[in-house]
């Protein structure tokens, strides 16, 4: 397996994005081949909760709280560092992260997932987030890949096509669209993955996976670095976005 892919980050400093989705789905999809771990650092314990609806039946998901009310991240690092025998990681970042504790997390990762919804709100608060990513958090020089998941997306939309516009001035990997459905609320509420939903009613969705799974996925000498993917922080540029409804309907578990 590609080490570059066993510790991977699920952040965005804004809320509600479904951090939580994209972290709880990817722990079920791993944990069926591979020993599996979920950190939960957001307050609110949503991954574990899902963990605890999690019936027996099911592939195995280890979780573990990262910090219980302060923020642990030393104690967390080491007991990761104790614990080496997970072949995955999966870290639910808590909303507004920043700083220190951005550049925290950022360490115990070496792969980072940045979820980003199709509204202007969070199209501009994504911009500022990843030029605080690129700056405090370091990710180039740590060698770190990040790319970028189109969450909750109508993809007849006006607001869609602008957070295309806007990830294509990112020069970051855009590595897959997760469309608006109540599939996700339904397997969460059952501490399952989508994809272990009936497969005719979510078949959909188990493709749109695919392309973030492959990526996720890449050998080092496969994903070859080019000048788009070198972009310097203070190139990142400033966000825009305009008019249309987001067509978001929230539906998510986040």
């Known amino acids: 397996m590609d080490k570059l892919a066993r510790r991977i980050l ?3 400093a804004k809320g509600g994005c479904g951090k939580t989705t994209i972290a709880t789905n990817l722990a079920a999809i791993f944990s069926r081949k591979q020993s599996t ?20 039946d099911h592939p195995k998901v280890i979780g573990m709280r990262g910090g219980e009310g302060a923020y642990q991240p030393n104690v967390t690092r080491t ?5 080496p025998d997970y072949e995955r990681t999966v870290i639910d970042a808590p909303a507004g992260v920043a700083g220190h504790d951005l550049a925290r997390l950022v360490h115990q990762a070496d792969t980072i997932l940045i979820p980003v919804q199709p509204s202007p709100i969070d199209i501009a608060a994504s911009a500022d987030f990843i030029r605080d990513l690129l700056l405090e958090g370091k990710v180039r020089s740590l060698n770190i890949r990040l790319g970028v998941v189109a969450n909750r997306v109508k993809a007849n939309t006006r607001v869609y096509q ?4 806007f990830l294509s001035t990112l020069h970051l990997p855009f590595v897959g669209v997760l469309r608006d459905t109540q599939n996700y609320m339904k397997a969460a509420e059952q501490g399952l993955g989508v994809h272990e939903l009936t497969p005719s009613q979510v078949r959909q969705d188990v493709q749109q996976w695919q392309p973030i799974l492959h990526w996720l996925d890449r050998k080092p000498y496969v994903e070859a ?11 990142v540029p400033a966000a825009t976005a305009s008019g249309g409804h987001t067509g978001a309907t929230g539906s998510h578990y986040s």
Do not use: H
């Not at 939960?40 to 999690?54: A, C, E, I, V």
């Not at 670095?225 to 203070?234: C, G, K, L, Q």
């Open 10 to 12: 699920v952040v965005n």
């Open 37 to 56: 771990m979920l950190l939960d650092y957001d307050p609110q314990g949503s991954s574990m909760r899902w963990l605890k609806q999690r019936v027996d």
């Open 79 to 83: 007991w990761l560092m104790q614990n």
């Open 162 to 165: 602008s957070l295309r516009r």
């Open 225 to 235: 670095v080019t000048n788009r993917e070198r972009i310097s922080a203070r190139e």
